[in-house]
């Protein structure tokens, strides 16, 4: 009955998560944060080499929290800071920085154009051309960008007019982005999907031809917009970016702050995984619209968000807990053959943290045996490294390192300090000697099978003899 109870359980678990991560809008979602991710995931590099490597006082190799170079090489940190080639590594920095104004502060914008894409394309295939799509998606945005906005310039506060508010086009506008650029894609294509166009004749090339059959769906595309912005500025006095920031953009980073989110979001990831979903497949979309923002806040310096993918990633997934402790604890207690031969073939991919051989090939999804280690280590390791970002012992993670950085590495790199390579060599070792004894049991319980197959065969030779 048990039994039962628990195929039904894991049959309707498994068939509800897969119909969510199969919807379309969430596909659509974590598709568009995967693809500007790579935008922003240059842009981490970059600032994590700037403020590890490059930074002449606080940096791992020139600062005064790491080996303290510039003092050796200047003979004092005054003399340090007066230096050409401080002031070198000054202009570097500077540099660098540049990177981020064509991907971090143009996050918002880069959501529109690929979102808008990828949503035409999904739920409007009949479309011809789905850069049309782009187009007045990325016209109906700047529609609703507010053009004039104040400037706070020390004590005094200038009234800027005919200039685009550049905050909107970074992080505070991804809920406008996503929700301006949706609706643009809908209503354009619902219109050209009715046949309310211009049609030319056959003889007209068919770029023409596709350029004047936009002009009436785009027409009232960009004339919805401009009715919605008049309404909000008249009624609210705000812009629609700014009505989405209070409404639904700034709720939802609280809720993310909290550590009831963190914790549901850390139990589910691996328990989604033992069921053989893939995590992102569900979380990706959810991430994407708030730890993403405080990543890029955190890289950019507005902000110093503890809970972010950047520190999920730091503290469990590059830090070994999902790929590299199950393989150590199989290489160190397991005493079956096969189990031995798979952790000595998954043990490389799992240095780069990349978990499917272990978790298939063992396998650990699905295997009762397993699943309290593999759901409990993640979230056990995630609040690890909130206790020693909060005691001080490490600071908040600003810097993002690719996922495949090899852990103690990787925590040197996500911190800058060696003590974020500490925390992930305890948080490896906490992981490893949970698995252990299980491990253990797993080594019991096959010993016990081997045991009653050995007998049953003794009793079956034992029953042909005696009928010889």
């Known amino acids: 009955m048990k039994a039962s109870a628990w195929t039904r359980f894991q049959a309707g ?6 119909k969510i991560a199969a919807n379309k809008l969430l596909l659509t979602l974590r598709d568009s944060f995967i693809l500007v991710a790579s935008t922003t995931m240059i842009a981490g590099f970059a600032t994590m080499i700037s403020s590890v490597f490059v930074d002449p006082l606080n940096g791992l190799i020139f600062g005064k929290q790491g080996l303290q170079l510039g003092k050796v090489i200047a003979g004092s940190w005054g003399a ?21 104004n064509g991907s971090l502060n143009l996050m918002a914008l880069l959501l529109v154009i690929v979102f808008a894409y990828i949503l035409s394309r999904k739920f409007y295939r009949n479309n011809k051309e789905h850069m049309t799509s782009v187009i007045y998606a990325v016209g109906a945005f700047f529609i609703c960008l507010p053009w004039t906005f104040k400037y706070v310039n020390g004590k005094s506060t200038v009234d800027v007019t005919n200039a685009i508010n550049s905050t ?6 991804v809920f406008a982005a996503l929700v301006i650029s949706g609706l643009a894609v809908v209503i354009y294509n619902e219109i050209l999907k009715r046949n309310i166009t211009i049609k030319m004749p056959d003889s007209v090339p068919p770029a023409v031809a ?15 917009f401009v009715c919605v912005t008049g309404l909000s500025n008249t009624l609210t006095g705000k812009s629609i970016p700014d009505l989405l920031l209070s409404l639904l953009q700034k709720p939802a980073m609280a809720v993310a702050g909290t550590g009831a989110f963190a914790f549901v979001s850390q139990f589910t990831w691996s328990l989604l995984q033992w069921f053989g979903i893939h995590p992102t497949s569900i979380w990706g979309p959810i991430f ?14 507005q902000a110093h968000h503890l809970y972010s993918t950047m520190f999920m990633n730091f503290s469990t997934i590059a830090a070994g807990t999902f790929a590299l402790a199950p393989v150590l604890a199989i290489l160190i207690a397991s005493r079956q053959a096969s189990d031995k031969k798979i952790g000595k ?3 490389m991919p799992a240095i780069f943290n990349i978990s499917e051989p272990i978790t298939f090939g063992l396998p650990i999804v699905l295997n009762p045996i397993y699943a309290i280690p593999f759901i409990i280590v993640q979230p056990l390791c995630f609040y690890l490294a909130v ?12 810097n993002n390192v690719p996922w495949t950085v090899p852990p103690i590495l990787s925590g040197l790199l996500f911190s800058g300090s060696i003590n974020g390579a500490i925390v992930q060599l305890i948080n490896l070792a906490v992981a490893t000697l949970i698995w252990i004894p299980f491990v253990q049991v797993s080594n019991r319980i096959n010993a016990q099978k081997q045991q009653e197959k050995e007998d049953k065969a003794a009793l079956e030779d034992s029953a042909k003899g005696s009928e010889a």
Do not use: H
Not at 13 to 18: L, V
Not at 80 to 100: D, E, R, V
Not at 292 to 300: F, S
């Open 13 to 18: 678990f498994t068939k509800t998560a897969g």
């Open 80 to 100: 340090w800071s007066k230096s050409g080639l401080y002031n070198g590594l000054l202009s570097t920095q500077g540099l660098i920085s540049l990177i981020a």
């Open 168 to 173: 909107y086009l970074g992080t505070q506008g």
């Open 210 to 224: 596709r350029s004047f059959e936009s002009l009436i769906p785009g027409l009232v595309t960009m004339l919805f």
């Open 288 to 301: 994407g619209l708030t730890w993403n923002i405080n990543d890029t806040q955190n890289m950019l310096g």
């Open 345 to 347: 073939i998954a043990l």
């Open 387 to 398: 206790f020693f970002t909060k005691i001080g012992f490490i600071g908040v993670i600003m």
